[in-house]
């Protein structure tokens, strides 16, 4: 048996492979993406799928699973929102075949709207959920949800966080247990959620926990380590880790990796044999409710915060009264450094023409264009969730029509959520007479994630060719007539056709379809766009310092306040003209 060196998320995938799970499916999501890029390698092994939201990722498990294959399904914690509707079904008609759902959890926001605590969605949907803390756990607890989920016949949730998912450890590696099909047999009173058949399942579920319980009181993911009574520590998770490195052999610990349905027993025995109990977890007191519901004293929120990550500085000073000591930092060197949209963004041009309007609403969504709300932009004026700008921009429409306000409507919409989430919302701004503007920001790719494939690329997530989905023909389909597809680096086109839709009685959408400046170029791409790389060059002796081509927040933009003067990173630039357009004094070329 060899060790290798892997993240959390490329041991839940070999997880995946090793438990002869045949289907896998994922949308792109901070920190969960790896494992579905991980899994789709092995492409004569397993069926790895990037579906076009998380609802439907979980669905087609659920649909492999009940024809009698072992099925998995991977997402980060809000995709689990999306995705909520079938668990809490599938809870109730439980699956046939394995089927193991992950949940990737982002205490301290890194890349995400929220930081919401999924432990909850095992507890309300009623299914077992497993809590790795390191990477051989996250491959071994894919194993067991595989044996749970088939012997009980239910999904098994798997809550991994953002350490967990991106920091390295050793895994030990195993060979792939092919499984055969388990056999499917039509029962309408198993697997339809009819009122009739979903009272009687309702049942079926507690009798299924009280099984559960047990296992998870005898669980080896639910052990005890025992040191020092004095103090004893409850914790799951990468919170496992802090408190390990914190405490170290000066406290007894219960870490708890089956943690729905919880092993009360076990907590009982543990807390009567120490003198003080801290709960540690990241981010809601999901365990601490309970044990304090069971009448078990305990200590959590009490001295712990429940907002962002937890670290072993903050144990330390929280827990100990020890305060960790760091190396110097010189603050008067730092240089804020917002992010932004890449040099050579076509998303850029878009947010710099609509931030010059004063009589619009901008609905911004989900993705790396979302920076177009960040100054010097200041193109956007809401974010709220996956498909939302859409949406939101036809209540905004409704709302100027109804109070006579001077405004225009508008979402800005990349092409992979549009796929996700985004056309049902444009269904309804034609369904519903709106007045708003669709902005499409087609940029080939799925961008903030990484550059995985959707519907519109023409690629599977395995590589193979596919019919891509015109977004044109689409949004036409749903009956929108007045459209139009433009390159958004050409300024004064752009310009024309803003103008263009803002003048129109009645919904209007555009597509600006132009490659992410990062995109790896298929031969597709370059057929249609070319090879359009090149640079830009400021003329010193043209520029008067004016600064109006850094209001575009090009990171290759360079300006000397000693000299007065405009430059253009040579490293950076990737001749996209945006700044050479803005320029009023024609003092930035392009570079032959």
């Not at 330390?316 to 603050?331: A, F, H, N, Q």
């Not at 409507?409 to 056309?423: E, K, L, N, W, Y």
């Not at 003329?539 to 090009?554: E, I, R």
Request: net charge negative; with cysteine.
């Amino acid at each position: 048996m060899s060790i290798e060196l892997m993240t959390g998320n490329e041991a839940i995938a070999r997880g995946v492979y090793e438990a002869g799970i045949r289907f896998a499916a994922a949308y792109p999501g901070t920190p969960s993406t790896e494992i579905l890029e991980t899994v789709a390698g092995w492409k004569d092994a397993v069926i790895a799928e990037w579906a076009p939201n998380e609802k439907v990722a979980l669905e087609s498990a659920f649909g492999f699973s009940i024809a009698g294959g072992r099925a998995f399904a991977s997402m980060k914690q809000v995709g689990l929102n999306v995705a909520s509707d079938p668990l809490f079904s599938m809870a109730y008609t439980g699956c046939n075949g394995a089927l193991v759902v992950v949940t990737a959890d982002e205490p301290g926001i890194h890349s995400s709207q929220t930081e919401q605590d999924n432990r909850y969605y095992a507890k309300m949907a009623k299914v077992p959920m497993l809590e790795p803390s390191d990477s051989q756990e996250c491959k071994e607890m894919v194993l067991e949800a595989v044996r749970l989920s088939e012997q009980y016949k239910t999904p098994v949730l798997i809550r991994m966080t953002t350490r967990v998912c991106h920091s390295k450890g050793l895994v030990e590696i195993g060979e792939r247990q092919e499984a055969p099909a388990c056999a499917y047999e039509k029962d309408i009173w198993q697997y339809t959620t009819m009122p009739a058949v979903s009272k009687k399942l309702r049942v079926e579920i507690e009798e299924r926990l009280a099984r559960l319980r047990a296992v998870s009181e005898e669980s080896r993911f639910n052990h005890i380590e025992w040191n020092d009574k004095k103090i004893g520590i409850m914790t799951s998770g990468i919170s496992y880790q802090y408190a390990k490195e914190s405490f170290q052999e000066s406290a007894s610990y219960l870490k708890i990796g089956f943690s729905f349905p919880l092993p009360m027993d076990k907590i009982r025995a543990f807390a009567k044999e120490v003198d003080t109990l801290y709960v540690i977890e990241e981010t809601e007191p999901y365990l601490e409710e309970q044990v304090k519901a069971a009448g078990i004293s305990c200590i959590g929120r009490e001295k712990l915060t429940g907002v962002g990550e937890l670290s072993v500085a903050i144990l330390d000073k929280e827990l100990r009264g020890v305060e960790t000591t760091s190396l110097p930092i010189e603050e008067e060197r730092l240089v804020a450094r917002p992010p932004a949209l890449c040099a050579g963004c076509p998303h850029r041009p878009v947010f710099y023409e609509l931030a010059k309007r004063r009589d619009i609403i901008v609905s911004g969504d989900i993705g790396c264009y979302g920076l177009g709300a960040m100054p010097p932009l200041n193109g956007v004026d809401t974010i709220l969730c996956m498909g939302a700008s859409v949406s939101g921009a036809h209540g905004m429409a409704k709302a100027i029509e109804t109070y006579g306000l001077n405004k225009k409507a508008v979402s800005v919409i990349g092409d992979s959520t549009f796929f996700h989430s985004g056309m049902t919302s444009l269904l309804d701004t034609i369904y519903n007479k709106s007045q708003a503007v669709t902005i499409i920001l087609d940029n080939r790719i799925t961008g903030m994630t990484g550059h995985q494939d959707h519907p519109g690329t023409g690629y599977t997530a395995q590589g193979d060719a596919t019919r891509e989905a015109d977004i044109e023909t689409i949004v036409k389909a749903l009956g929108i007539q007045d459209v139009r597809k433009i390159n958004p680096l050409d300024m004064e086109l752009l310009r024309e056709t803003l103008d263009w839709a803002f003048e129109l009685d009645g919904p209007a959408v555009i597509i600006t379809r132009w490659p992410c400046a990062l995109k790896k170029m298929s031969q597709k791409d370059q057929t249609e766009f070319g090879t359009y790389f090149t640079k830009c060059a400021v003329d010193a002796k043209k520029c008067v310092g004016c600064k109006l081509c850094t209001k575009c927040g090009c990171p290759a933009l360079r300006f000397d306040k000693e000299e007065g003067k405009a430059s253009i990173d040579q490293v950076q630039c990737l001749g996209c003209m945006v700044c050479a357009q803005i320029c009023p004094k024609d003092a930035i070329s392009e570079v032959k």
